[in-house]
């Protein structure tokens, strides 16, 4: 179609319909007698195409046991958006690969327009994909990204599919094409240098993290590539730091995790240590007075002659774990959390007595969160019983405290923690309400510094009771509940 135009310069400027055809022609007709005009010689074509709005799954090729990260791409055609939301599925072979996460950076379009993603796989074999944001996505790039292990050993290859049932966008209108992607993979040659893969398979997951345990306590030494892969901080040594970051890799796939600051108060206190039987002692792992502690690492020492290591019981749920290794009369527990673990019991430890000796004794010490708050704990047992003083943590009070024991009520146990701000002699007596010394919890020379001890009132009776710090420059007391 054509405007009018002076004959006189010889150039037509014209357009054509958003229609395809062949064997077009032109023709030139004279406004002024329409019966006058002239068809071109030769036809042409006219192709129309519309650009599909399309989801491209990538495609990518690696080796067997390595990390592969596809991006998943959109293509926009003018007209087309996607209005806050966006959910879709990708398929794959649960048998041939891993999947670890999915995310965004600058420059890919969930991040640049201001959205937000999650992906998850709830069943094997599928990621689920939801994106919201309140800026319509209306350009063309790469969406996100997810990335995969190749868990297969042998050379071999791997759909991504997907369909436009599964990204249900603007059906009617503009449906979503999907492009499917495929992985292919040579099988792994030689030794795994991945970061982190201690067990040289290729795959980095808890086992790797507890050959580092293993290591770190002497049970079984990496060395060669191993010990390298291990060394998942690069500092020359393979020790907790690396069990940490290997855990956090595995959970949150984050190798660089920070831990945040703790409240100098947290602690790891052993309250409740009690006799099942004659010979078999149960340990609870308390964590105390704490905030943001996503790591706690116990080590219990004790005399193999005396004492014999059962089992570890886990309190942690969820994305979090308890892990225990033994050897020569040292146990380590260590604790993980990708959220902030809460107060109360995290675990116990069970131990068999193994003599009659009236003053044995099982030593220990924490730290959380890596190191940003530690403290020992020293359990005295004889013959059916346990009394335990704990110095808190290495921060000196400035002054007296006497806090009120947790849980209030109990039955039988409680704990009870105190602070001393400079050494001495102290007591920590118990009372009833008609003054009766009924228990004494500590007795002796104190180092400064906090400490706790804990009460079983199981040959008391219900009622109220009365604990007292006492000392040459202090007597505290508090009132605590026992229900039976």
Same mark, same amino acid.
């Given at each position: 179609? %054509?405007?009018?135009?002076?004959?006189?310069?010889? =150039?037509?400027?014209?357009?054509?319909? &958003?229609?395809?055809?062949?064997?077009?022609?032109?023709?030139?007709?004279?406004?002024?007698?329409?019966?006058?005009?002239?068809?071109? &010689?030769?036809?042409?074509?006219?192709? @129309?195409?519309?650009?599909?709005?399309?989801?491209?799954?990538?495609?990518?090729? !690696?080796?067997?046991?390595?990390?592969?990260?596809?991006?998943?791409?959109?293509?926009?055609?003018?007209?087309?958006?996607?209005?806050?939301?966006?959910?879709?599925?990708?398929?794959? &072979?649960?048998?041939?690969?891993?999947?670890?996460?999915?995310?965004?950076?600058?420059?890919?379009?969930?991040? *640049?327009?201001?959205?937000?993603?999650?992906?998850?796989? %709830?069943?094997?074999?599928?990621?689920?994909?939801?994106?919201?944001?309140?800026?319509?996505?209306?350009?063309?790039? !790469?969406?996100?990204?997810?990335?995969?292990?190749?868990?297969?050993?042998?050379?071999?290859?791997?759909?991504?599919?997907?369909? !436009?049932?599964?990204?249900?966008?603007?059906?009617?209108? @503009?449906?979503?094409?999907?492009?499917?992607?495929?992985?292919?993979?040579? %099988?792994?040659?030689?030794?795994?240098?991945?970061?982190?893969?201690?067990?040289?398979?290729?795959?980095?997951?808890?086992?790797?993290?507890?050959?580092? $345990?293993?290591?770190?306590?002497?049970?079984?030494?990496?060395?060669?590539?191993?010990?390298?892969?291990?060394?998942?901080?690069?500092?020359?040594?393979?020790?907790?730091?690396?069990?940490?970051?290997?855990?956090?890799?595995?959970?949150?796939?984050?190798?660089?995790?920070?831990?945040?600051?703790?409240?100098?108060?947290?602690?790891?206190?052993?309250?409740?240590?009690?006799?099942?039987?004659?010979?078999? $002692? !149960?340990?609870?792992?308390?964590?105390? &007075?704490?905030?943001?502690?996503?790591?706690?690492?116990?080590?219990?020492?004790?005399?193999?002659?005396?004492?014999?290591?059962?089992?570890?019981?886990?309190?942690?749920?969820?994305?979090?774990?308890?892990?225990?290794?033994?050897?020569?009369?040292?146990?380590?527990?260590?604790?993980?959390?990708?959220?902030?673990?809460?107060?109360?019991?995290?675990?116990?430890?069970?131990?068999?007595?193994?003599?009659?000796?009236?003053?044995?004794?099982?030593?220990?010490?924490?730290?959380?969160?890596?190191?940003?708050?530690?403290?020992?704990?020293?359990?005295? $047992?004889?013959?059916?019983?346990?009394?335990?003083?704990?110095?808190?943590?290495?921060?000196?009070?400035?002054?007296?405290?006497?806090?009120?024991?947790?849980?209030?009520?109990?039955?039988? =146990?409680?704990?009870?923690?105190?602070?001393?701000?400079?050494?001495?002699?102290?007591?920590?007596?118990?009372?009833?309400?008609?003054?009766?010394?009924?228990?004494?919890?500590?007795?002796?020379?104190?180092?400064?510094?906090?400490?706790?001890?804990?009460? *079983?009132?199981?040959?008391?009776?219900?009622?109220?009771?009365?604990?007292?710090?006492?000392?040459?420059?202090?007597?505290?007391?508090?009132?605590?509940?026992?229900?039976?």
């Amino acid at each position: 179609v %054509a405007t009018s135009v002076d004959a006189s310069t010889g =150039t037509f400027a014209f357009t054509v319909p &958003n229609i395809s055809s062949t064997e077009c022609l032109i023709r030139i007709s004279d406004t002024d007698d329409t019966n006058v005009f002239d068809v071109s &010689n030769s036809s042409f074509t006219i192709n @129309y195409n519309v650009t599909d709005p399309t989801i491209t799954i990538g495609s990518a090729t !690696t080796v067997a046991g390595s990390y592969v990260t596809i991006p998943i791409d959109l293509t926009a055609p003018t007209g087309f958006k996607i209005d806050y939301l966006l959910q879709g599925k990708i398929h794959f &072979n649960a048998s041939k690969l891993k999947f670890l996460y999915g995310g965004y950076d600058p420059g890919m379009l969930v991040n *640049d327009f201001a959205w937000n993603g999650t992906f998850y796989s %709830a069943f094997p074999g599928t990621v689920d994909i939801i994106l919201s944001g309140n800026a319509p996505i209306n350009a063309s790039g !790469t969406l996100f990204y997810l990335t995969f292990q190749v868990i297969d050993a042998n050379a071999g290859s791997t759909d991504l599919t997907s369909s !436009t049932s599964e990204f249900p966008v603007d059906v009617l209108e @503009y449906p979503l094409t999907v492009v499917n992607g495929t992985v292919t993979y040579s %099988a792994g040659s030689g030794t795994s240098t991945n970061r982190g893969d201690a067990t040289l398979n290729y795959i980095v997951d808890i086992f790797d993290a507890l050959a580092v $345990i293993y290591h770190w306590i002497g049970l079984y030494p990496l060395s060669g590539q191993a010990f390298i892969n291990a060394d998942a901080d690069f500092d020359g040594n393979v020790d907790i730091d690396d069990y940490l970051r290997i855990i956090f890799f595995v959970y949150l796939h984050d190798w660089d995790f920070v831990f945040p600051s703790v409240s100098p108060s947290s602690s790891i206190a052993l309250g409740g240590a009690s006799f099942e039987n004659s010979e078999t $002692i !149960t340990i609870p792992i308390d964590l105390a &007075n704490s905030n943001n502690v996503q790591s706690a690492e116990v080590t219990f020492e004790f005399n193999p002659i005396e004492f014999e290591y059962i089992n570890t019981n886990s309190e942690l749920t969820g994305n979090a774990n308890l892990k225990t290794a033994v050897k020569d009369g040292k146990i380590t527990v260590v604790g993980v959390s990708t959220q902030e673990i809460q107060n109360g019991n995290i675990g116990a430890v069970r131990f068999k007595k193994l003599t009659n000796s009236t003053n044995s004794e099982i030593s220990s010490t924490y730290k959380l969160n890596n190191g940003k708050v530690s403290g020992s704990n020293l359990l005295s $047992i004889g013959n059916g019983t346990i009394t335990g003083v704990k110095d808190n943590n290495t921060e000196i009070p400035i002054k007296y405290e006497l806090s009120q024991n947790y849980p209030n009520p109990f039955n039988p =146990t409680t704990i009870i923690k105190f602070a001393v701000p400079k050494a001495g002699y102290y007591h920590l007596n118990v009372y009833n309400i008609l003054g009766q010394k009924m228990m004494t919890l500590v007795e002796g020379q104190l180092q400064a510094g906090y400490h706790s001890s804990v009460f *079983d009132g199981a040959n008391l009776a219900s009622g109220i009771y009365i604990y007292s710090l006492e000392g040459e420059n202090v007597n505290l007391s508090r009132k605590m509940l026992l229900i039976k």
